[in-house]
C-alpha cells in the first residue's frame, strides 16, 4: 500500500513523458495532460482519505529504509496540499486548453506542466531536506520555462530577474543543507527532529533563520517579495494562475514544514510574526497603487502569505491549524481570482482598469464569477476566506498577540478596498461600444469550477478544520512525525 | 583540509555575489555558477574527513568516507549544470533581441526616480 504515496510523483513524470512521445499531436498531448491531472487528482483524493482514517503512509523509495534512502511520506498536512493542488491544476489545465492559444504557441507546454506537477507532488510528498530541494529545483526550472517562453521585448528583465532571485535562493538551500548535514549528519527530516536538538541552541537558531530566509524568498514574504509582482503578470493567465495558486505556497509549506518539525519554539515567535503584518501591509498597499487586474492581484498574493506566517509564528495547534486552512483556501481562490482576470482580458483585450468599463453588462457571467472569488480574498461570511480568517483571528486572541491580530484585520479592510477598486473601474462604469470577444465554454466552465471548489470549502469548513487540526498536531507534538516515518519516537 | 575548503568556499561566495550584483548578464551568470561551487564545495566539507573507498569488503567502517554527501553533491551539479544551459540560452536570447547584454532598470523603479526628481 506503501507504494501509493508514490505515485502522485510517478504519474506526472509518465504524463510528461508521453506527451514528448506525442509532441506532433496537440490533440493527443491534451488527452495525455488531462488523463494525467485527473489520475494525480484522484490519486491525492484517495490519499486524503485513507491518511484521515488510518494515519500517514510511509513509502521507502527502492527499499532503501529511512533515514538512509529516500522517503516519501504522505502525512495529513501533504495530504492535505496535494489534492487541493491536484483540483487546482487540473481546472487550470482545463482553461489551458480551452483558451487554445497557450499550448498552441507552446509545443512543449504539456510536457512541462505536469513536470509542474511531478514538482509539486514530490515537495509536498518528501521526508528528506535534499529531495526538498531536488523538488524545488524541478518546479521552478519547469516555471522558468512557463515564464519566459513568450516574453520577449521589455519583458525579458522581468523573467531575467525571476530566474536569478530563484537561483541564488536555490544555491542557498543547497548551503542550508551543507550546513545542516555537517552539523547534524542527516538530511532526513524525521531524523532532524532528534539530531538538531543536540546541537547548540545559537548555531540552531542561525541555520533555522537561513532556512527560512530561503523559503522566505520562493514564498514571496516581506522584505523578500519584490520578484514576484514583477514577474508573475507577464506569463500566459493559465500560468500565471498556476504559479499564484501553488508556487508561493510550496515555500509556506516548506516553511511550515521546517520551522515546526526541526527548529520548534515554545512560544509565539515575535520576529516572525513582525515580518507576517510588513508583509500583509505592504503587500496590501502595493495593490491599491496599481492600475493593472493582474498586477494587483500579485501584490494581493504577496499581502495573503503574511497571513500563513502569522498563523504559523503563534506555534500553537490553533495557529498553524488556521495556517493550513488558510493555505488551502488561497490555493484555490487566487487561481479562481487569476482566471477571471484571464477571462475579462481575453474578452476585453486588456486588463488595465482605466481602459475597461462596463464588464458587468458586458459579460455579467464574468462578473458573477469575480464577486464570490474578491469577497472570499477579503475575508466575508460565508465565504473561505472567512473561516481561514476567523480561525487565524481566535488563535491569535487565544494566545493574547492583539497587535498583529490588529494588523491582520486592517490589511482586511485594505483588502477589500482594493477589490471594490477592481469592482467600479472594471465592472462598472458605462459600457464601451467595442467589440466583445466570445470566449470559450471551457474556459468560462474551469473558473467556474474553481469558483465552486472555492464554496465548497467554506461548506466544509468543519471536517476541514478537524483534518487541519489533526495536521498540526502531528507537526507540533514531539516524536509524533518521527514515530511514523522512523517507526520510533527517539 | 576543511579550513582549505571553507576559505576556498568563502572566496567563492564573495567572488560570486560580486559578480551577481553587477550589470552585465553575462557576468551575473558567471556570478551565479560561483555561488554554486561554494555551495558545492561546502557540502562536499560536510561529509567530514577523506577516507578511502565505500566499498563493503571487509574494511573498518570508521576509514570509510561518506559516500552521501558526494551523491549529493553529484545531484546539485547536474541541476545547477541545466540550469545555467537555460541561463545561458536566456541571455543570448536577451541579446539577440535588445543588442545588449545589460539588464535594464525596473520601468516601475525609474517612474519612481522620476516623480521624486519632480519634488525637488
Request: proline residues 4%.
Amino acid at each position: 500500500m506503501s507504494t501509493v504515496a508514490t505515485l502522485p510523483v510517478a504519474i506526472p513524470l509518465l504524463g510528461a513523458a508521453m506527451s514528448l512521445v506525442a509532441l506532433r499531436s496537440l490533440t493527443g498531448q491534451r488527452i495525455i495532460g488531462i488523463a494525467a491531472s485527473l489520475g494525480l487528482a484522484s490519486v491525492a483524493g484517495w490519499l486524503l482519505l485513507t491518511v484521515g482514517n488510518s494515519g500517514p503512509i510511509v513509502a521507502n523509495v527502492a527499499g532503501w529504509e529511512a533515514p538512509f534512502g529516500i522517503v516519501l511520506v504522505a502525512d495529513r498536512l501533504a495530504a492535505l496540499l496535494l489534492f487541493t493542488s491536484a483540483v487546482a491544476l487540473v481546472l487550470v489545465l482545463v482553461f489551458a486548453v480551452s483558451q487554445r492559444a497557450t499550448d498552441e504557441e507552446l509545443r512543449g507546454f504539456h510536457a512541462v506542466y505536469q513536470m509542474l506537477a511531478a514538482g509539486v507532488a514530490l515537495a509536498l510528498l518528501t521526508g528528506d531536506l535534499f529531495t526538498l530541494f531536488v523538488a524545488f529545483e524541478i518546479m521552478l526550472t519547469a516555471s522558468y520555462v512557463l515564464l519566459t517562453y513568450r516574453a520577449g521585448g521589455a519583458q525579458t528583465r522581468a523573467t531575467i530577474s525571476y530566474v536569478v532571485i530563484g537561483l541564488v535562493a536555490s544555491a542557498l538551500l543547497l548551503t542550508c543543507i551543507a550546513l545542516i548535514y555537517s552539523v547534524a549528519g542527516t538530511v532526513n527530516i524525521a531524523d532532524l527532529t532528534t539530531k538538531l536538538g543536540q546541537v547548540p541552541s545559537g548555531l540552531r537558531a542561525g541555520i533555522g533563520w537561513m532556512l527560512f530566509l530561503v523559503f522566505g524568498i520562493k514564498a514571496a514574504i516581506f522584505p523578500l517579495f519584490f520578484w514576484l509582482p514583477d514577474s508573475y503578470p507577464v506569463a500566459p493567465t493559465p500560468v500565471t494562475a498556476v504559479f499564484a495558486g501553488l508556487l508561493t505556497k510550496i515555500g509556506v509549506y516548506a516553511i511550515i514544514r521546517t520551522q515546526t518539525l526541526i527548529f520548534p519554539s515554545d512560544g509565539p515567535s515575535t520576529l516572525m510574526l513582525i515580518i507576517a503584518g510588513l508583509t500583509m501591509v505592504v503587500g496590501v498597499l502595493g495593490a491599491i497603487a496599481q492600475k493593472d487586474v493582474k498586477r494587483i492581484l500579485s501584490f494581493h498574493i504577496v499581502s495573503q502569505i503574511g497571513y500563513m506566517i502569522m498563523g504559523l509564528g503563534f506555534f500553537t495547534v490553533a495557529g498553524v491549524t488556521a495556517a493550513v486552512v488558510f493555505v488551502v483556501h488561497q490555493i484555490i481562490v487566487k487561481a479562481s481570482l487569476f482566471l477571471v482576470g484571464g477571462l475579462v482580458e481575453a474578452s476585453e483585450g486588456t486588463g488595465v482598469i482605466d481602459r475597461v468599463n462596463g464588464v458587468a453588462r458586458r459579460s455579467p457571467v464574468v462578473a458573477a464569477l469575480f464577486l464570490p472569488a474578491a469577497f472570499s480574498l477579503a475575508g466575508f461570511p460565508p465565504f473561505s476566506g472567512f473561516v481561514g480568517k476567523l480561525a487565524l483571528v481566535e488563535a491569535g486572541f487565544a494566545i493574547e498577540q492583539w497587535a498583529v491580530v490588529g494588523v491582520s484585520l486592517l490589511a482586511s479592510v485594505l483588502t477589500l478596498f482594493s477589490m471594490t477598486k477592481i469592482w467600479s473601474g472594471v465592472f462598472w462604469g458605462t459600457p464601451a461600444d467595442g467589440e466583445i470577444r466570445r470566449l470559450p465554454t471551457g474556459m468560462i466552465g474551469a473558473t467556474a469550477g474553481m469558483v465552486v471548489v472555492g464554496l465548497f470549502i467554506a461548506l466544509a469548513a468543519q471536517p476541514l478544520l478537524d483534518y487541519a487540526q489533526q495536521a498540526a498536531i502531528d507537526l507540533l507534538e514531539p516524536g509524533a512525525y518521527r514515530a511514523f516515518v522512523l517507526g520510533s519516537p527517539a | 583540509m576543511t579550513l582549505a575548503i571553507a576559505l576556498a568556499a568563502g572566496v567563492l561566495f564573495g567572488a560570486g555575489t560580486y559578480l551577481v550584483l553587477q550589470k552585465l548578464l553575462s557576468r551575473i551568470i558567471v556570478g551565479l555558477g560561483l555561488i554554486a561551487h561554494a555551495a558545492n564545495l561546502l557540502i562536499l566539507g560536510s561529509g567530514g574527513r577523506p577516507g578511502a573507498p565505500p566499498i563493503i569488503d571487509g574494511l573498518n567502517p570508521a576509514a570509510v568516507s561518506d559516500p552521501l554527501e558526494q551523491a549529493l553533491v553529484l545531484t546539485a551539479i547536474v541541476i545547477t549544470f541545466g540550469i545555467t544551459a537555460f541561463l545561458l540560452a536566456l541571455a543570448y536570447r536577451s541579446w539577440s533581441e535588445q543588442g545588449s547584454d545589460e539588464v535594464e532598470d525596473d520601468i516601475e523603479d525609474r517612474r519612481i526616480v522620476g516623480l521624486a526628481g519632480r519634488r525637488q
